[in-house]
């Protein structure tokens, strides 16, 4: 019998797994590269306009992660044909409800903020969120869906559509002296529009509507979503707040400096996205065709072989986080190798963390992980906020890692009790 690792090695080498990875090869190059061009073209100001920005885009794709893609990778393994195509169809629906609902939001957010600051440079880009963001969302749905459908060569084909289109806008804006936050949303949304719509037409097949099964389809998402809603809700506020009490405690060009020590930690992020988006499926199928059994051996192997993959990436950051945040963006944002080191160690054990909240997804037991959640919250209230006002974007970073450090704890705990009963 083969064992666990040796068969996990095999999915991670084989066509779809390569794929996977090449994918999030692109799309994190993609964001990376995005930054880069703003961080080194743009003044410090502005490059921390466009983080905020980008924390409030991450605080809705988690959310629409918890609420519609996280049941969709579950319950889409038990269809096919066109039971399938129906289940896709509602979900189509209840991603277009969201994204109305996240307009909406942000705009009311947006004009509440824009009367009550005296910051100019904020607020244009927020509204121009507004405008984007349905197809910045929209995006990030289809990409969801093709990986819970193992459609990864399908995946990659909308990813370079977008860099493609998205990086050269932003040359020519440069190229041009016209590039700002905002001018950078507005390729970032024109880029994700025109591969996305693309897509929805040459996969028009996929979804098929059904009046009946949208609200029917929605309650048994709910069912289980809710749990994956909340504890995203409290994880994407635990971690998005960070940045907006920096620029509170430390004006909007820290920000930019914690923007870019987050670009360099994301440097690793093709791997560990990668790896990410292709062992989740796996995860609910192991449970789904072996029961508790098969998936306690799955989580263990894929956590121990998850950790070595990423360990390589970790040791470069740690040894050369600073250079490359020299080479990267330029010398304005030199001296922040601590800074970088301490996202390496949180990039090593979120690897080692993925599995365990994937196994709660497979046995439905996300009220758990929903549990765990609080635990970021805590430390953000605790220890965050002062560790920001004393420290900057070195407390943001000690802040996080302190977080994935004990809700991995909690998470270990909780599932060695659940994998008992």
Known sequence: MRH?????????ISRKGIISLSDQ?????????TGAIIGRVCVKEE????????????????????LISAPYMVYSQRYSGREYAVYSGSTFIHQLVLICCSVVILGVATAVYSGFTDDLGLPPVLWTLV???SFILLRDYIRKVCFASLMMRSA????????????????LLADTNLLSATR?????????ATASLGWLYFNRKLFHFSLERIKEDFLRNWSFGKWVFASGLLWALSLNLYPWLLVYFHGPGSAAVWGA???????GNPLLLGVQNFLGPKIIRAHTTGG????????????ILFSLIIMPFCLVLLLFGDQLAVFVYGAKYSGNGLVISVLALNLLVSAATFTLSRAFYAVERADLFFTANFVPVIILLCFGIFLVKVLGPLGVACGILLSSVAISVVLAILYYKVLRI
């Open 184 to 192: 950078a949303y507005l390729a970032i949304g024109a880029a994700c």
């Open 4 to 12: 666990p690792v040796s068969g996990i090695f095999a999915n991670i």
């Open 25 to 33: 090869v692109v799309a994190s190059a993609t964001n990376f590269l």
């Open 261 to 267: 020590c987050f670009g360099i930690a994301a440097i």
């Open 156 to 171: 990659f084909v909308v990813d370079c559509c977008v860099s493609l289109f998205q990086i050269t806008l932003l040359l």
């Open 131 to 133: 405008l984007v963001v």
């Open 292 to 303: 508790k059994e098969l998936l306690g051996r799955f989580v263990i192997s894929s956590s």
């Open 47 to 66: 490059f921390g306009y466009y983080m905020l920005g980008f924390s409030l885009v991450l605080f809705l794709i988690d959310l629409q992660t918890s």
